[in-house]
């Protein structure tokens, strides 16, 4: 059982690029996250969906989209890639009755 | 939206120490979550305890849901508890899980 996977683990981007984020959860879960985390500090909301075809904004989703067309894939894309979106991204899912979030390993992303 | 806070901020103990670490939060919840983030970036979650006591080896966590706040127990603290510790809420109506600001705790032999 593989969990949450999360690609790529780092990825360096240059200003004004694109890329899109990978999550993938096996655990049929409904829910899934993607939150990004600052050196030193917490985790924030960028989006987060509630079920396939569903997606919603979190606390920071200035520059980022997502879809969910599948129960098991989560991708977060960045448009154009600004040094302000230098993080570490973490991707998380969760099930309706049973609320424990589950998390990816997390993407370590630089914008130079 | 709901506020999550954390207490302290930064903790350092020695190994066997005791210690509570604190998160208040400024709605009713229907979900809180304990999280632990080791050295190397990998969230651990540790409790599920919107309201009410549970206990897990040396950990225990207990949730005031009328006076909005939990706290997180880490008794005999070893060199592996180190890292930052998360409380995670969700207000009502809403299914956003959000995050504390953390406290990051220090065991040193």
């Known amino acids: 059982n593989a969990g949450v996977t999360q690609t790529p683990k780092f990825r360096i981007l240059k200003i004004g690029q694109s890329m899109t984020l990978q999550c993938t959860q096996d655990?049929?879960?409904?829910?899934m996250y993607w939150y990004r985390q600052d050196p030193g500090m917490g985790l924030k909301l960028i989006y987060y969906?509630?079920?396939?075809?569903?997606?919603d904004k979190g606390e920071v989703p200035n520059g980022y989209n997502v879809s969910r067309s599948t129960t098991e894939d989560f991708p977060l894309r960045l448009e154009l890639a600004a040094p302000s979106q230098t993080s570490v991204y973490f991707c998380?899912?969760?099930?309706?009755?049973?609320?424990?979030?589950?998390f990816g390993q997390g993407t370590r992303l630089t914008v130079v | 939206g709901i506020q999550v806070e954390q207490s302290p901020p930064d903790l350092i103990l020695q190994e066997g120490a005791n210690s509570t670490l604190r998160c208040n939060f400024s709605?009713?919840?229907?979900?809180l979550q304990w999280f632990h983030q080791n050295p190397w970036g990998q969230l651990i979650n540790l409790f599920y305890?919107?309201?009410g006591t549970k206990q897990n080896g040396r950990l225990s966590a207990t949730t005031v849901a009328t006076e909005r706040y939990s706290l997180l127990y880490i008794s005999s603290s070893q060199t592996t508890d180190s890292g930052v510790y998360f409380c995670?809420?969700?207000?009502?109506?809403?299914?956003?899980?959000?995050f504390g600001t953390g406290t990051r705790l220090q065991v040193f032999p």
């Open positions: 998380a899912s969760s099930q309706t009755g049973l609320p424990e979030a589950f």
């Open positions: 655990m049929n879960h409904n829910y």
């Open positions: 969906s509630v079920g396939a075809g569903i997606t």
């Open positions: 709605d009713s919840v229907n979900n």
């Open positions: 305890i919107p309201s």
């Open positions: 995670a809420v969700e207000g009502p109506n809403t299914d956003k899980l959000i």
